[in-house]
């Protein structure tokens, strides 16, 4: 018997007792939600597979991978409620090249087309140039909906990626380089300066893709990204969204979008769900006294959606744990998850040795079921 069966066996009367908790118990008015979670939609991607024409772009434009996978992820997981998964392929950005993108991210200029804000009032000093001059949009993501049926690019979305810190590399006339790094919303106005610009820079996204006559005439959905700090451990968060139907250039109005990731653990995480932060003090807590001697390091990425749990994910770092101590480690996690689990969030448990992984726990909220192996 390999391991992955053996812990499976092991953990099957967890989820047996979690999955009896019945659907009965859920409030009618939930079970809608809960519904959507579980039943998550999932693009086929359009074959033969096609790169984005501004492949690696995003990798020198963006600030980390986290940023990265959450907006490419995200931009499709938004999509769906414009561009069903049922009639549409989704592909990679075949319109909005580098030449496109690299001149939005630009400064504005008489000449140019760029979309960042010009220097006002230069001091001669280039850094101090750019600090007071933040720039705000750093990258532009796009993806195509093709119609399954005609194989015709029938939609279009955009993920407007903006700066909420403005890493600055520049050189002066001499050629040294100097680097930095500023805050770009510096004022308590309780208005966010990243989405207010945002959102002047998509109605000139908008006409200029419009008086492109290679860029098809499609409707456009598009959204703003908020990049989190380069040395952040929890990626970005989505602002806003609108939808331009075909043939129009403008953008009517805009929906705010209420998707957070918050860690664990944190103060902001405690103030905003208390119940879920003290049981997972409790779990690691749990962990910890199990395995004393390889003082185990818990943390947890939490997404929440309107103010809802829909998504954990906990690492336990072990530093140098053996194929012995990672079975024990799994059937303690194995037997503890369930102090944590609800019946429709999905939970993802990683245990990592030297940031590689050396074992998984996975509850699926679907399935009911909890799964276990050593990696």
């Not at 066996?9 to 959507?36: A, H, M, N, R």
């Not at 024409?53 to 963006?62: A, D, E, T």
């Not at 990592?352 to 799964?371: A, R, S, T």
Request: aromatic share 8%.
């Amino acid at each position: 018997m390999d391991m992955r069966k053996s812990m499976l066996l092991f953990i099957s009367p967890l989820f047996f007792l979690v999955s009896c908790s019945g659907e009965e118990e859920v409030k009618s008015d939930e079970k809608t939600y809960i519904s959507s979670i579980q039943e998550k939609e999932i693009y086929e991607i359009k074959q033969p597979a096609k790169v984005n024409v501004s492949r690696g772009l995003i990798l020198s434009n963006m600030n980390n991978s986290l940023n990265i996978n959450e907006i490419e992820k995200g931009l499709m997981n938004l999509s769906v409620n414009h561009f069903s998964t049922k009639n549409f392929y989704m592909q990679e950005g075949q319109y909005l090249d580098k030449k496109i993108i690299s001149q939005w991210l630009d400064r504005k200029s008489k000449e140019g087309f760029g979309l960042n804000p010009s220097i006002k009032n230069s001091t001669g000093d280039v850094l101090e140039d750019e600090k007071n001059n933040p720039k705000i949009l750093s990258h532009v993501l796009e993806q195509n909906f093709i119609n399954k049926e005609n194989g015709e690019i029938e939609g279009m979305s955009l993920a407007i990626s903006l700066n909420e810190f403005y890493d600055i590399k520049v050189a002066d006339d001499k050629g040294l380089i100097y680097t930095d790094q500023v805050k770009v919303d510096t004022n308590d106005d309780n208005v966010n300066d990243v989405e207010k610009y945002g959102k002047e820079i998509a109605g000139i996204i908008i006409k200029d893709i419009r008086n492109n006559k290679k860029i098809p005439n499609v409707p456009i959905y598009i959204t703003l990204y908020q990049e989190s700090n380069k040395n952040d451990i929890i990626p970005g968060i989505f602002l806003a969204e609108t939808f331009i139907p075909e043939e129009e250039d403008k953008i009517d109005k805009w929906t705010d979008i209420d998707i957070k990731n918050y860690t664990f653990p944190s103060d902001s995480l405690f103030s905003l769900d208390k119940d879920t932060y003290e049981k997972l003090l409790i779990f690691k807590e749990d962990i910890q006294e199990g395995f004393k001697h390889l003082n185990p390091k818990i943390t947890g990425q939490l997404r929440y959606e309107n103010g809802k749990l829909i998504d954990l994910k906990i690492d336990v770092n072990v530093p140098l744990i053996n194929d012995t101590e990672v079975i024990g480690l799994l059937q303690l996690v194995g037997t503890r998850i369930n102090t944590i689990l609800s019946d429709y969030i999905p939970v993802t448990i990683r245990i990592i040795d030297q940031k590689q992984d050396v074992g998984i726990v996975i509850w699926d909220p679907i399935e009911k079921q909890i799964y276990a192996t050593q990696i």
